[in-house]
């Protein structure tokens, strides 16, 4: 029997008939073949023995699982939260990044991946596994939502998944990629490229076959046998069909090309096959190649196709790999994820992939906020048009158009000049001596406060926004420093600490001021210089918000001082999953790399923030888990 190929075998065993051009039966619709699973091909025949698919595979799912996830509670990101311990670490063999790893391959290979949730009957699971593809049978019975999945092995039935049909859960999340032939399992993209992948393995093995029998090509046996009184003889049937069979099985095949023969008697041999070079066989590579990256959605550049220059460089190439590929794939595992998954801990919270991080895009962002930049300066882009291009929501006061490096407003054609504060005193009010002392203090460590967010809020912006627009309207209240803090405010530029004491230092003198006739809204007057001034500086949110940064500079200096005592063999707490943890240090790295025993996880140590080994001490008794963290996460006990 003739061998089969990677296509006869993934569609139904069968040689694809051409028959009327019959579509539907080349994938067996309407019949049971149509669900019949066959990945062990799709992995042997592409992913193990076609160079490209396995680059195609690797390209995609390596590059989505390094791309870190945010958990969110509407726009607050969670730090801590026993969904994200759980993603961290999905499972006792897996980490993060292996899990998604493998999930996408799964996914990508077969057109299919399934979760499977441990641990716990009702509410949030334990550990998360991965269930092979090819051991899940869906029993649907023609229904919109399957009755049940079935777990197989060796053809037995080895565990069954139940479908509530009225909301589609399952202990099981079926994670899939669209199929138009196919009510419950999902398309591999190899599926598209079958015959792509037939035609790059199999032209890889005529040229290894033909190389290792000499890089003969193929030709003609001639026989002219003769009688006694030399008269040319026929063969008789017999003799033919066994000389044909014979020729066949030494001869015939990819397996034999170029194989040499051995000719008696009357045999002669003629050349006749096409050279390597008129079969072509490097260019029909290269063409499946590049097919076979298409279906993947993968450019060709970047899996080895020769002249393949459909983007300017590499980078470009990888750029397009994600913004076409990866990013659309994350997205619709976020999707899959906060409808099966998140709500078991709480439905209010949502998983993101941070595509912001990804070092691919970076360039690319910073051409775009450059660009947006220079039209906000420039008076041809708003301010507003300019955070919807970089994908922020619309602040109020941001509708008109500025020019200059001092960012006045175009009003009727003409350019106003900036406006004289009405009280230059109050410039002194940043002359505070106290404040000076304090700033000179948590300058020398701002590089351990780098982790504490100063990017004003989108309430200080539009109070800010507010204190211009009053400014230019009244011609009263604040001053040029007022004026630049506004401007800061509204772009919601990350504020250094000098700043933020600064603001903390305003409001706490100028509270005051809110007791004076015209700063409340209905009073005569309102609104008065010292509101207007109040709200350039952002207002009752900047007041709130400044002093909440205060608070989290002052706890972290006092957290360092505290931790640059630590020693070996100190007891020490900090905040875990199920609340505040103890332990013993066993070891301190404060400069260097610190690999947590039994994990994946390799802490990077600073002299500004060391990282420590704890043996965890469980009801008052060491135990054998040993975690890792920094100095700046713990306290003393």
């Known amino acids: 029997m003739a061998q089969q190929t990677f296509l006869q075998r993934l569609f139904n065993n069968k040689p694809v008939e051409q028959k009327n051009s019959n579509m539907m039966g080349y994938f067996g619709v309407g019949t049971e073949e149509a669900k019949t699973y066959k990945y062990a091909d799709l992995a042997k025949e592409g992913y193990l023995k076609n160079a490209i698919v396995y680059r195609c595979v690797n390209e995609i799912s390596k590059g989505a699982s390094a791309v870190p996830f945010v958990l969110k509670s509407g726009d607050q990101i969670i730090e801590q939260h026993p969904l994200i311990d759980l993603l961290m670490r999905p499972n006792p063999l897996q980490s993060y990044s292996e899990f998604f790893n493998s999930l996408f391959g799964y996914v990508l290979l077969s057109g299919n991946a399934y979760i499977l949730k441990v641990g716990s009957e009702m509410g949030s699971p334990k550990e998360l596994h991965q269930l092979r593809p090819d051991r899940i049978n869906i029993k649907g019975s023609g229904k919109a939502i399957p009755e049940k999945y079935e777990y197989m092995v060796n053809g037995r039935v080895n565990q069954t998944y139940m479908i509530d049909q009225e909301n589609g859960f399952s202990e099981l999340k079926h994670i899939k990629l669209w199929n138009p032939l196919d009510d419950y399992y999902g398309l591999s993209p190899m599926s598209a490229a079958a015959v792509e992948v037939d035609q790059f393995n199999m032209a890889s093995k005529h040229n290894v076959n033909l190389l290792q029998n000499g890089a003969r090509p193929s030709g003609a046996v001639i026989f002219k046998p003769q009688d006694d009184a030399g008269f040319a003889v026929n063969l008789t049937e017999s003799q033919r069909q066994q000389l044909l069979t014979d020729m066949n099985n030494r001869f015939s095949g990819a397996g034999n090309a170029g194989r040499p023969m051995l000719l008696e008697g009357d045999f002669d041999w003629k050349e006749m096959g096409l050279s390597p070079k008129d079969m072509d066989f490097a260019n029909l590579k290269h063409m499946s190649a590049t097919d076979i990256a298409l279906c993947f959605g993968v450019p060709s550049q970047l899996v ?80 507003n048009e300019a955070r919807q291009e970089i994908g922020l929501e619309p602040i109020e006061g941001a509708d008109d158009l500025y020019i200059s490096a001092n960012l006045f407003p175009i009003s009727d054609g003409e350019v106003e000049k900036p406006i004289n504060p009405v009280n230059e005193e109050d410039l002194e009010d940043y002359d505070d001596e106290e404040t000076d002392k304090a700033i000179a203090q948590m300058l020398q460590e701002e590089k351990a406060l780098s982790d504490i967010n100063t990017t004003p809020t989108n309430s200080m912006a539009e109070e800010a926004a507010r204190g211009l627009q009053w400014r230019k309207k009244y011609n009263r209240g604040g001053t040029t420093v007022g004026v630049a803090r506004a401007n800061q405010l509204m772009n919601k530029e990350n504020l250094s600490v000098d700043t933020v004491l600064r603001m903390y230092s305003f409001f706490s003198r100028h509270e005051v001021d809110k007791q004076g006739q015209g700063f409340s809204q209905g009073e005569k007057g309102y609104p008065s210089a010292g509101r207007i001034a109040w709200a350039l500086w952002g207002g009752d949110a900047g007041f709130s918000w400044s002093t909440k940064v205060r608070n989290q500079i002052e706890k972290e200096r006092e957290g360092k001082a505290e931790a640059d005592a630590l020693k070996v063999g100190d007891m020490v707490s900090w905040d875990s999953s199920g609340g505040r943890a103890r332990g013993k240090i066993t070891k301190i790295v404060r400069e260097g790399k610190l690999p947590v025993p039994e994990t994946d996880f390799t802490l990077n140590a600073t002299e500004d923030n060391p990282a420590a080994l704890i043996r965890v001490y469980q009801g008052g008794e060491p135990s054998d888990v040993i975690v890792g963290h920094r100095f700046s996460t713990l306290r003393k006990v």
């Open 304 to 383: 080895g196709v020769p002249d393949a220059q459909t983007y300017a460089n590499v980078a470009e190439a990888r750029l397009a790999l994600y913004e076409e590929t990866i990013i659309p794939h994350l997205r619709k595992m976020a999707s899959d994820l906060n409808e099966w998954l998140v709500p078991m801990f709480d439905d209010r919270l949502t998983l993101e992939f941070d595509i912001d991080n990804i070092p691919a895009l970076s360039e690319r962002l910073k051409r775009t906020y450059e660009n947006v930049t220079s039209a906000v300066r420039e008076g041809i882009m708003t301010r």
